[in-house]
């Protein structure tokens, strides 16, 4: 099936009034995730614990109709908890595949720098080429898979920094903070006389779309139209990462990539089959502050990245 760009932004439009039945605020970071959603890139939220982050990552796969698999990432976790083995099956003494939580069409990774690198690494293949390899054998997963992690603060005990070549394969990290005053006086009235656990399902969403749509979505968004000037402005920016002296670290090309797709989804939810620059610099701080590490003399001076982000975006002349 073929979609339009106003089928697209319609059908962001009914995605986000779903979540809205059970998420109270939060707009600019499910506006991210659905930005990575039409741009099939990963995403990372951190914040204190308390903020929604696993609800909110329930409640958008519920709104969008995929196979929702969940992973609560503990220390003692192993690589085949996730990916799944093969066990020999004696009855007819073959070795059958007994799949792990990641074979799915959105997956959740909670709390997922509470376990050791070497469990993370497992995730590694299957968020860059979409399958995973067990005893040699490659199975490809679905073709919308998508990550959604959740971790709180490095700063909180128990948990784990996780790899730069992981951090890289999130598109965007999004810092989910705490409500305003208003936010959560409403998330009182509206939750605080209910017991127990509580499901997306339990509060009014419902599925609005299905994996045929969101193909066709996604083919939409790769049809968007990046001008030469917008590609080398984008370009530029992520070389600007490399030059500057505060940052040890800058963005690897892999982040002008996802960049650019961000943008095009960027473009694609406002009704345009055309990137301007303002869809890249909407974007630059969520793909960036993960990406990139301050040098020892800008971390004893109290730098902060998104400040350095916010001053390389100012800095980098960008097309008319």
Same mark, same amino acid.
Do not use: W
């Given at each position: ?205 419902? *599925? ?5 749509? !969101? /193909? ?6 790769? =049809? #968007?139209?990046? %001008? &030469? ?10 070389? *600007? ?5 505060? !940052? /040890? ?6 982040? =002008? #990539?996802?960049? %650019? &797709? ?59």
């Amino acid at each position: 099936m073929n979609m339009t760009l106003e089928g697209v932004r319609n059908l962001a439009a009914e995605i986000r009034a779903e979540v809205a039945k059970a998420i109270i605020g939060q707009d600019e970071t499910v506006d991210h995730l659905l930005v990575a959603l039409f741009s099939q890139g990963h995403v990372l939220l951190e914040g204190p614990p308390g903020t929604a982050k696993t609800f909110l990552a329930q409640s958008f796969a519920t709104a969008l109709g995929l196979d929702f698999g969940r992973i609560q990432f503990t220390p003692d976790l192993l690589p085949g908890d996730i990916l799944g083995s093969n066990l020999f099956n004696f009855q007819t003494s073959q070795f059958t595949l007994t799949r792990g939580p990641i074979f799915c069409d959105l997956l959740l990774a909670d709390e997922i720098n509470r376990t050791p690198p070497k469990t993370q690494a497992a995730l590694l293949e299957a968020m860059q080429e979409r399958r995973v390899t067990l005893d040699g054998e490659t199975h490809k997963l679905a073709d919308q898979f998508m990550v959604i992690a959740t971790q709180n603060p490095i700063e909180n005990q128990g948990v784990y920094p996780l790899p730069e070549a992981q951090l890289d394969r999130f598109l965007f990290k999004l810092l989910v903070s705490y409500p305003s005053e208003e936010e959560e006086a409403a998330i009182v009235t509206r939750y605080g006389d209910r017991q127990g656990p509580r499901s997306a399902a339990d509060l009014g969403v419902t *599925a609005v779309t299905d994996g045929a749509k !969101l /193909s066709a979505a996604t083919a939409a968004v790769g =049809a #968007v139209t990046m %001008a &030469g000037e917008v590609t080398d402005y984008v370009v530029r920016l992520i070389r *600007a990462t490399r030059a500057n002296p505060d !940052l /040890s670290i800058g963005a690897s090309p892999r982040a =002008a #990539v996802v960049l %650019a &797709g961000g943008a095009r989804a960027r473009a694609a939810l406002d009704g345009r089959d055309y990137v301007v620059p303002d869809d890249v610099k909407t974007l630059a701080t969520a793909v960036l502050r993960h990406r990139l590490t301050l040098s020892p003399a800008a971390e004893i001076e109290g730098r902060e990245m998104e400040a350095l982000v916010a001053e390389m975006v100012e800095n980098t002349q960008a097309p008319r």
